[in-house]
């Protein structure tokens, strides 16, 4: 029986845009942002805030010497946030539903410091709510320092929690990051970015 479900925030919770992104990283002047940017494993520079090896101050100074002139710490947000095209309603009403039901609902994420600015504001929702409200707990990338699909991150929610996989539903739209959740025994349940999920989410939980 399901007891616990964890969600992924972008392309779940959150729709993502990585064109977006990629125009607003251009747009304060990293070239190839194409070449530098993934939308579910970030690398190098990107990938070390993420992973939590470098801090926001680090990485401000980084992207300043690749695109040749000094950042603020407000452009990177500008271009991080890209990634976030819009909050739906709907996924934050069923946030709510869940917990109501008696489910523990986890926040499990690779993100870093800029996004979760955001996300932990009154910005994140038109209610003013801000992420943390919605969940029972929260596990950021940059925070743990691991980053799925690292088999580790999803060892460390479960030790954490003190929770069973057979009774844990995870849900991502990274195939990578469900592949090796799977591995564990944890259930999956992979929606495309966007994908209205609030109600094929039953057909998994009532397995």
Same mark, same amino acid.
């Given at each position: 029986?399901?007891?616990?479900?964890?969600?992924?925030?972008?392309?779940?919770?959150?729709?993502?845009?990585?064109?977006?992104?990629?125009?607003?990283?251009?747009?304060?002047?990293?070239?190839?942002?194409?070449?530098?940017?993934?939308?579910?494993?970030?690398?190098?520079?990107?990938?070390?805030?993420?992973?939590?090896?470098?801090?926001?101050?680090?990485?401000?100074?980084?992207?300043?010497?690749?695109?040749?002139?000094? /950042? &603020?710490? @407000?452009?990177?947000?500008?271009?991080?946030?890209? =990634?976030?095209?819009?909050? %739906?309603?709907?996924?934050?009403? *069923?946030?709510?539903?869940?917990?109501?039901?008696?489910?523990?609902?986890?926040?499990?994420?690779?993100?870093?410091?800029?996004?979760?600015?955001?996300?932990?504001?009154?910005?994140?929702?038109?209610?003013?709510?801000?992420?943390?409200?919605?969940?029972?707990?929260?596990?950021?990338?940059?925070?743990?320092?691991?980053?799925?699909?690292?088999?580790?991150?999803?060892?460390?929610? /479960? &030790?954490? @929690?003190?929770?069973?996989?057979?009774?844990?539903? =995870?849900?991502?739209?990274? %195939?990578?990051?469900?592949?090796? *959740?799977?591995?564990?025994?944890?259930?999956?349940?992979?929606?495309?970015?966007?994908?209205?999920?609030?109600?094929?989410?039953?057909?998994?939980?009532?397995?």
């Amino acid at each position: 029986m399901i007891k616990n479900i964890v969600f992924d925030l972008g392309g779940v919770v959150v729709a993502v845009s990585a064109q977006q992104a990629i125009k607003r990283f251009e747009e304060i002047g990293l070239d190839n942002a194409a070449e530098k940017l993934d939308t579910y494993h970030q690398t190098g520079i990107f990938g070390d805030l993420e992973m939590g090896n470098i801090d926001a101050e680090t990485f401000r100074k980084e992207l300043s010497k690749m695109t040749g002139r000094e /950042l &603020t710490h @407000e452009e990177c947000r500008y271009a991080w946030c890209g =990634f976030c095209l819009e909050v %739906p309603q709907r996924n934050l009403d *069923a946030l709510d539903k869940l917990r109501k039901e008696g489910y523990r609902v986890i926040l499990l994420s690779n993100t870093n410091p800029f996004i979760m600015e955001w996300a932990s504001s009154a910005d994140f929702s038109p209610s003013g709510r801000n992420v943390y409200s919605y969940f029972d707990a929260c596990y950021l990338s940059y925070e743990c320092k691991m980053m799925k699909p690292d088999e580790m991150i999803f060892r460390h929610l /479960l &030790t954490s @929690e003190k929770i069973f996989p057979e009774e844990t539903l =995870f849900l991502d739209d990274g %195939p990578r990051n469900v592949a090796a *959740a799977s591995e564990l025994g944890i259930r999956t349940f992979c929606p495309v970015n966007n994908e209205d999920w609030t109600q094929k989410i039953y057909d998994f939980i009532n397995k």
